[in-house]
């Protein structure tokens, strides 16, 4: 069987095909700027890479191009279209409807398309690429995997917020968590590394990179998350505030003049580490060079990051009564050893958290981290979304057929 997975943005297509009978990677690439000027597709074939400029009006042409590519004389990797078996969506929001991947059809789409006021940067693109990929291939069963949906297991002492509960029930106001699809890939890729059995551990994943967020996984169920009914809560990122008191918001907006609106803007785009660096940098990179340079504001913005982690690890161990796993993953989690041995070595030794530093010492590869005696088995595995949509798509295409 052959998958397509489509990841869908606003302005972009990321897609990758994949064998699955081998989870081989025929071709992976990214459609940039569609509808903008400079259109231009990043297409990978095993260790090549081609860039490939041309003029790209919307989603449909962009997905075209790619099938094309896919097809052509040049960069094929299949014969035909007719070997794809199966295309799989990225969809970010699944509400409360939503709590494992479908079979998308009028109906489904429909109510995807109803979620747009839950994730109204996300799921309009998202549909866009949907749309896109019925008209070019009709006869192809397409599946949505939604970043909400391993989070659906959550008790309501996790997803409720004390607030008036009839804003529950009207507006449906609550903890949804993001990254879902990621936190489900790595906690049972580390459960398998272990040789366990996922249903007996209590593992804390952290998804951190520009965009973060930590996910307490009970017995291979999501118990509780980071963010929240946006992905504003829970961590310090890049350019997000995460967990600030709400009141802070009408404050603002009464003593700058600003609506809530622009408050919430400003929570998205210019706070975390890039407001505490005064707009230095978004990039953890940027900032750990710097802090190690003995930059004091850097050094703090990075500290605070830090801080916040440990934070959550603390209290998901607390909720769970108990952590037999910790994985580090995402952009930051498994390319920096300096984040990952800080974390540990400052906050979380009262655990029973040991580091080999030495094993620790290395970027973007799967490895255990702690010493043999560690009580808390420490891991970085790399995440692969792509990987688990398609792992989705296939099992619920076979069990249809």
């Not at 070997?83 to 109906?107: L, N, P, Q």
Request: net charge negative; aromatic share 8%.
């Amino acid at each position: 069987m052959k998958v397509l997975v489509i990841n869908s943005g606003s302005s972009s297509i990321k897609y990758q095909l994949l064998e699955m009978n081998t989870e081989k990677v025929l071709a992976k690439g990214l459609v940039e700027r569609i509808g903008i000027e400079g259109s231009r597709i990043i297409h990978r074939k095993n260790e090549e890479k081609y860039v490939i400029e041309k003029v790209i009006k919307n989603h449909e042409e962009g997905l075209k191009e790619v099938l094309d590519l896919l097809t052509s004389e040049d960069y094929k990797v299949i014969s035909s279209l007719n070997e794809i078996d199966a295309v799989g969506h990225r969809v970010v929001h699944g509400g409360e409807r939503f709590s494992s991947s479908v079979i998308i059809d009028k109906e489904s789409l429909d109510a995807i398309e109803m979620m747009s006021f839950l994730a109204p940067l996300h799921n309009p693109a998202n549909v866009m690429g949907i749309k896109a990929a019925i008209e070019l291939l009709p006869n192809v069963p397409q599946i949505a995997v939604f970043d909400t949906s391993f989070h659906q297991t959550m008790p309501k002492t996790s997803f409720l917020y004390a607030i008036p509960y009839e804003y529950y029930e009207k507006y449906k106001i609550r903890r949804y968590g993001f990254h879902g699809t990621s936190h489900k890939y790595v906690s049972r890729r580390a459960a398998e590394i272990l040789g366990k059995d996922i249903k007996t551990l209590k593992i804390i994943t952290s998804h951190i990179g520009n965009g973060a967020s930590i996910a307490a996984v009970k017995n291979g169920e999501s118990f509780d998350t980071s963010m929240g009914f946006t992905p504003l809560e829970g961590l310090v990122m890049g350019t997000r505030s995460g967990d600030i008191d709400p009141a802070i918001v009408s404050f603002l907006a009464q003593e700058e003049g600003l609506t809530a609106k622009e408050v919430v803007e400003i929570l998205n785009n210019k706070s975390g580490v890039y407001g505490i660096t005064k707009g230095f940098s978004s990039d953890m990179r940027d900032i750990e060079d710097k802090a190690l340079e003995g930059d004091k504001v850097c050094r703090l913005a990075l500290d605070i990051y830090e801080y916040r982690i440990a934070k959550y690890i603390g209290a998901y161990a607390a909720a769970m009564n108990g952590v037999d796993v910790i994985v580090f993953t995402a952009g930051v989690g498994e390319n920096s050893p300096v984040t990952r041995e800080e974390i540990c070595e400052k906050y979380l030794t009262y655990l029973g958290v040991k580091i080999d530093k030495e094993k620790n010492n290395f970027k973007g590869l799967e490895r255990i981290i702690s010493t043999p005696d560690s009580k808390v088995a420490v891991l970085v595995v790399p995440t692969n979304e792509e990987l688990m949509i398609a792992r989705e798509t296939k099992e619920l295409v076979s069990t249809k057929n």
